[in-house]
């Protein structure tokens, strides 16, 4: 699997650390760790993108879908350690309008 | 019944009046009312006759042989009054019998001649004011006209130069009032050459505009198929010929350039011949052949020169050398051939020629369109490092492609430039895998990576038609309510990550070519919709 997580809690943030890769492969992943983070019933869904290498636009596509989901739920989603060029995606694709972005790695 | 004609014209006329009219109010004389034409021919004598009239004439004291005359008889016409004024015969009153049936008295005659001379001159004035009015709506047409031609026109200019390894390229367009045909185009060949056209189409307004629109498409076509000049003009030639009208032609030079080597081919429609300039002296690139569209068949030969390190390249339309002074002079081949030889760049010629243009013809009108291009072979010639390699259409390798074009442009951008790019370039590989080569594991992928001083270029190319083009562009409000599916971000991020996307045919090959410049500034030449339009790019120069 190109995509593991790690789901921790912080208060009544769930936080989601991700490393590898999201790109087609790294659909079931995903699920799984929205899944393991939303059974706490968080307010909060922090992906934690420090150890992820790549992503490209079927990645975002499933971001997009996480997203999509989170908003359905009332559940806040946070993006932290986004380097600058995904922090840069994340604008251009207008995520970023949706996901508070926290701490962008500098490079 | 009482008509004012005017002369001469065609007017309608209303007889009232008959012998039993019980009462002749106005409803009753518009039921009895017949229309009539009266044609009055310029050369109908009735004219001379009635200019020299002393007023009011009965209808049998006019020429027997006027046509209109007998026409105004046959329609009971009575009576005719002269309505001139300064001289001039502006058109006339043409009366029926009167009411009473009785004939018309000599005071009945001085009242007409009285209204005559008041009638007259504001017949005049209505009449000039028509005229205006028509002239004025004229004028409307024409420039609304050649809003068009002049719209047709810059669609079809380059809105920007291509990066062209090593070499500048400077380029100016100025569309004269009437907006002529003339045409440029800078086509980027799929072997890495570059095909440069200048053209200029007879005529003027719309019917250039859209000759000129042709041609330049049928070139664009051609050069996707053919590359030696020479066949591209044969081919052109013979796809114009059906379509272009009569009296109409286009004259053509087209120049494919080695921008490594600095070969270049050339061959000539009937243009003007390019200028070239190589250490202080100044030659000419001669080719001959017959403008485009005037005869099928037509060969065109093709003729080879090297173009050096520090050589500039001039090429130009008409609208330079034809250009005439207060004195009726023309700026001519000498003049321009000066401004060639005192250049110490492509930008430097192109301003000095506009502004010498400029002082020579100053208080003339631009007679025609003004068009310069002009290239310049940097001192480093081409690109600095080319690299190729191909890949198979399996899924995941479009990450091989990334990491290795990373590889090979590793230290040319910035590092936030090369990761848009690397995105990029994943992207357009992964689209290519499973669109282009549909995922057929036999099928490579072929990606060429080209590295200047200016700028890094990747090419890389399927065997499919095209890229797969979104249906609609990603919007994630619509995503997030469902109305749009998730996926759909590939081209929308390639086209924004990079400074310039193209796409190309290259034989059986669908090649799509991003390039990245080395400087983080965006381009700062965008002639938009300027009538005038002066760019030049420059890359590769030898530091």
Redesign the interface.
């Known amino acids: 699997m190109s995509l593991r997580y790690e789901v921790g809690k912080r208060g009544d943030i769930a936080a989601v650390r991700l490393t590898g890769t999201i790109d087609r492969d790294a659909g079931d992943a995903l699920a799984a760790a929205y899944a393991a983070a939303e059974s706490a019933s968080p307010a909060v869904i922090e992906l934690d993108f420090h150890a992820v290498d790549y992503v490209n636009s079927t990645g975002i596509a499933l971001i997009v879908s996480l997203l999509a989901r989170a908003r359905a739920q009332h559940v806040t989603m946070r993006a932290v350690g986004l380097t600058a060029h995904y922090q840069h995606i994340f604008e251009i694709t207008r995520l970023s309008d949706f996901i508070e972005i926290v701490q962008p790695i500098p490079h | 019944m009482t008509e004012m004609l005017e002369a001469p014209a065609t007017v309608e006329k209303q007889r009232r009046g008959t012998r039993r009219a019980p009462r002749p109010t106005e409803p009753a004389l518009q039921a009895r009312a017949a229309a009539i034409d009266v044609q009055i021919e310029a050369s109908d004598p009735l004219l001379v006759f009635l200019q020299s009239a002393p007023g009011p004439l009965e209808i049998g004291a006019l020429p027997a042989f006027s046509p209109a005359a007998a026409r105004m008889k046959e329609q009971g016409v009575q009576m005719v009054v002269p309505l001139i004024t300064s001289g001039e015969l502006v058109g006339l009153l043409a009366l029926g019998a009167r009411l009473s049936e009785r004939t018309y008295s000599r005071t009945d005659k001085r009242l007409l001649d009285s209204l005559a001379r008041y009638a007259a001159p504001a017949l005049r004035l209505g009449q000039l004011m028509r005229d205006q009015e028509k002239e004025a709506r004229e004028r409307e047409r024409i420039e609304q006209e050649l809003h068009v031609a002049q719209l047709i026109q810059q669609q079809f200019l380059p809105a920007e130069l291509p990066e062209l390894g090593g070499w500048h390229v400077s380029a100016f367009y100025r569309p004269a009032r009437t907006v002529g045909g003339d045409f440029y185009d800078i086509i980027e060949l799929a072997d890495g050459r570059v095909m440069v056209v200048t053209g200029d189409v007879t005529d003027k307004g719309v019917p250039a505009a859209l000759v000129m629109a042709s041609t330049h498409a049928l070139l664009r076509s051609t050069a996707a198929v053919v590359t030696a000049p020479g066949e591209v003009l044969r081919r052109v030639n013979d796809l114009l010929i059906p379509q272009i009208p009569m009296n109409m032609f286009v004259t053509c030079l087209v120049l494919v350039v080695d921008l490594e080597t600095g070969r270049t081919q050339f061959a000539n429609a009937g243009h003007n011949l390019p200028f070239v300039l190589r250490g202080g002296q100044v030659t000419r690139l001669e080719a001959r052949g017959m403008p485009l569209g005037l005869m099928p068949g037509s060969v065109y030969d093709e003729h080879e020169a090297e173009i050096e390190p520090d050589d500039i390249i001039l090429l130009y339309s008409d609208g330079i050398t034809e250009q005439h002074d207060t004195d009726g002079e023309m700026f001519g081949f000498d003049r321009t051939a000066a401004l060639v030889a005192a250049a110490t760049s492509g930008d430097d010629l192109v301003d000095r020629s506009v502004d010498a243009l400029g002082a020579f013809s100053a208080g003339v009108e631009q007679e025609d369109d003004i068009t310069l291009v002009t290239l310049q072979r940097g001192r480093s010639g081409g690109y600095h490092d080319t690299a190729s390699f191909t890949v198979p259409s399996a899924?995941?390798n479009?990450?091989e492609v990334m990491d290795r074009v990373a590889a090979i442009v590793d230290g040319a951008l910035s590092?936030?430039r090369l990761?848009?790019l690397k995105?990029a370039v994943?992207?357009t590989a992964?689209n290519a895998i499973e669109h282009g080569n549909r995922g057929d594991a036999d099928l490579d992928v072929t990606v060429l990576v080209r590295r200047t001083a200016a700028s890094v270029v990747v090419e890389i190319g399927d065997y499919g038609r095209g890229r797969r083009h979104e249906a609609d562009i990603?919007d994630?409000?619509l995503?997030?309510a469902?109305l749009q599916?998730?996926?759909?971000?590939?081209l929308?991020?390639v086209e924004?990550l990079v400074d310039r996307v193209e796409e190309l045919t290259a034989g059986d090959r669908h090649v799509v070519r991003l390039a990245m410049s080395v400087s983080d500034g965006p381009g700062d030449d965008d002639p938009g919709g300027e009538a005038v339009a002066h760019m030049s790019t420059r890359e590769g120069e030898a530091p």
């Open positions: 899924p995941g479009e990450r590092h936030d990761e848009a995105t994943s992207e992964m990603p994630i409000d995503k997030l469902g599916p998730a996926r759909g971000w590939g929308f991020l924004r």
